[in-house]
């Protein structure tokens, strides 16, 4: 449960809510002159990267055997000549799936409470791609 409190910084750009939970009781938010209500959900741990070969068979995207654990931010960079295909689950095709072009990349911002998976397929085998996951 949320708690909202007054806190001041000296900042007079405008008021400073904070906000205290039960996971990460320092969360401030600020609200600028204007009312509005400014905050960031930031990159701040480490990240990794790595390549990826894909083929005909659906495969995860993720650098080594699992998801960086709480990761925000996934790329995918496909550095092959072939079109390869995103989606959302296991059973993507080429025909349903989304393409990532030659030289193009595919960026996702993932919440890291549902973690979601994104696969890759292609109509061929052998394509590489590199990966990125951040926290």
Do not use: C, H
């Amino acid at each position: 449960m949320a708690e909202f409190s007054d806190y001041n910084d000296g900042n007079t750009e405008g008021a400073n809510v904070n906000i205290a939970d039960s996971v990460t009781p320092t969360n401030k938010a600020k609200v600028t002159l204007n009312q509005d209500l400014r905050s960031a959900d930031i990159l701040i741990g480490p990240g990794v990267e790595g390549a990826l070969t894909v083929g005909t068979t659906a495969v995860e995207v993720k650098v080594g055997g699992s998801p960086l654990t709480t990761r925000k931010l996934v790329t995918v960079y496909n550095n092959s000549n072939s079109t390869i295909y995103w989606g959302y689950t296991s059973g993507v095709t080429t025909t349903t799936g989304t393409p990532i072009f030659k030289n193009q990349t595919g960026r996702w911002d993932i919440s890291a409470e549902t973690n979601a998976k994104i696969y890759l397929i292609a109509g061929s085998a052998g394509n590489n791609t590199r990966i990125t996951e951040s926290a």
